[in-house]
């Protein structure tokens, strides 16, 4: 079957929605039309991605495109090379639709920090946009606006996860290292992770297992060897599952004040759903969740502030128009002028993190901290954590197989209500799914219904609820989304 019908349509929703400003560049009519005609050469094997238009955040490297992170500092920067994700998707026949917009380096939660301006949710209405989360926001719209078959993100904190619930689709975050990071610009090097956004988890594991798999360019890609003890640590904790009954937790800690009624509303429904048809649904705690966002609010400024160092106009990014300065003024003025203003507060909170004076107040204890959340999730999960030696005598009983969370505490808010908003308040949407990044977990975002007239059930809008697995059940977490999704009526979502 000829994938020009697909092309064509996203190519058409492209120009339909150019004011929701989710891509930053397109590609050409002719260069689609062609490499679509190159991969239905009989010689060509195909895959379930052949012909498939896929956007890309803007800071994943492309040799077709240029990768600017939507910043002023990189405006026409033309990597020399393809990031390890886009060359595995070109070799399957992918077709690269463009790059998406997102906040600024990805330091941003609702795809307002560009420099090419916000992107809008196709939810909202003209005079009252609503926001489309972030950082990887441009390709949610994309998604859910038909402007493409899937889109690729990165998660850091839920870049990926919180743009997917406020636009109505799925998001997934793998495991950290099972997706090379090679060709992706970094921001915070030790939770930055290649995600997933589609219509449904059924193209995500399409998508996820194409780019899958070691990376010797990548330091932080998981290695052979270990990806034979994680398979095998899986195929153990599957022996041990009764049937298709599994035993899912619901941390009591994610039942925050903060959380809106219709979220909780629709977190209970799915729940009473799934213990009807046979799942365990046990409450779990995990206390050190209260802790989390803090924590990740000084380890990522402080990893950004080393890994934005290098854009100063000499090494990488557009010199200051100014001239005539010298030393560490030409670096300055650079940086001043090619760096928003979120980018700018989150360097100078990264570099005070690191700071001989301050470092073992925050930074160390922030580490400590993320180790204490990683032991939470370890303790509640019945599977062993690979990575780490298995536990002595541990009694699964009152362990759980997944977590079923919110993914945000809200449905989107407006772009305009966003202005009126503190830092400290806009970190918070991050609150749900930080824990996961923090401990290296895989983690999907699923679309379900909330209802103004339950009677009637008429759909009004969606919230996102988050499945979490134990490091490397990717596999489980792709599987249970799929069973969910077929769960909840298909006029429903």
């Not at 780019?211 to 041990?240: C, E, F, M, W």
Request: neutral net charge; contains cysteine; glycine residues 8%.
């Amino acid at each position: 079957m000829s994938s020009l019908p697909h092309v064509e349509r996203c190519l058409a929703n492209q120009k339909s929605f150019k004011a929701l400003n989710a891509f930053i560049t397109t590609g050409h009519h002719g260069q689609h039309v062609l490499r679509s005609s190159r991969t239905e050469d009989p010689n060509f094997k195909n895959t379930p991605l052949t012909g498939r238009s896929i956007a890309v955040k803007d800071n994943i490297c492309t040799v077709g495109f240029p990768t600017t992170c939507a910043s002023a500092i990189l405006k026409g920067f033309q990597s020399p090379y393809n990031a390890h994700v886009i060359q595995k998707l070109e070799d399957a026949g992918a077709i690269i639709a463009g790059k998406t917009n997102l906040d600024e380096f990805g330091m941003g939660s609702h795809s307002t920090h560009s420099v090419f301006g916000a992107v809008h949710n196709a939810l909202g209405t003209e005079g009252d946009p609503l926001s489309a989360g972030g950082s990887s926001g441009g390709s949610a719209v994309a998604v859910a606006t038909e402007q493409c078959w899937a889109a690729l993100g990165t998660d850091t904190g839920g870049s990926v996860r919180l743009p997917a619930a406020y636009t109505g689709i799925v998001g997934f975050k793998p495991s950290y290292g099972l997706v090379s990071r090679y060709g992706v610009i970094a921001y915070a090097n030790s939770m930055d992770t290649v995600g997933i956004l589609a219509t449904d988890s059924k193209i995500v594991r399409h998508v996820f297992d194409q780019i899958r798999g070691y990376d010797a360019s990548d330091p932080t890609s998981v290695h052979p060897s270990t990806l034979q003890r994680i398979y095998k640590t899986v195929r153990s904790s599957n022996a041990t599952r009764k049937g298709k009954s599994l035993r899912i937790g619901v941390p009591t800690e994610y039942n925050i004040e903060e959380l809106q009624p219709v979220v909780r509303s629709a977190w209970l429904e799915v729940l009473q759903l799934l213990q009807a048809k046979g799942h365990s649904i046990l409450p779990v705690s995990l206390p050190t969740t209260e802790l989390a966002l803090s924590a990740y609010y000084v380890i990522a400024p402080a990893e950004a502030s080393s890994n934005l160092a290098k854009y100063d106009g000499v090494r990488y990014g557009n010199q200051a128009r100014e001239k005539g300065v010298s030393g560490n003024v030409l670096f300055a003025t650079t940086r001043g002028e090619g760096l928003g203003e979120e980018v700018r507060k989150r360097i100078l909170l990264g570099a005070y993190s690191l700071s001989a004076s301050a470092i073992d107040n925050y930074f160390i204890q922030a580490q400590k901290v993320r180790r204490m959340v990683q032991q939470d999730f370890d303790r509640v999960f019945a599977m062993n954590n690979p990575l780490i030696s298995e536990r002595s005598g541990d009694s699964v009983s009152g362990k759980v197989d997944l977590l079923l969370t919110p993914t945000a505490p809200s449905t989107p808010p407006t772009l305009a209500s966003l202005t009126s908003r503190s830092s400290v308040e806009t970190y918070g949407d991050d609150v749900m799914t930080v824990p996961a990044s923090l401990a290296g977990l895989p983690a999907i975002s699923l679309p379900v219904p909330i209802e103004s007239n339950p009677g009637k059930k008429e759909r009004t809008s969606l919230v996102g609820l988050q499945v979490i697995a134990q490091y490397g059940d990717d596999d489980m977490v792709l599987e249970f989304a799929r069973d969910l999704e077929n769960l909840i009526p298909s006029d429903h979502r």
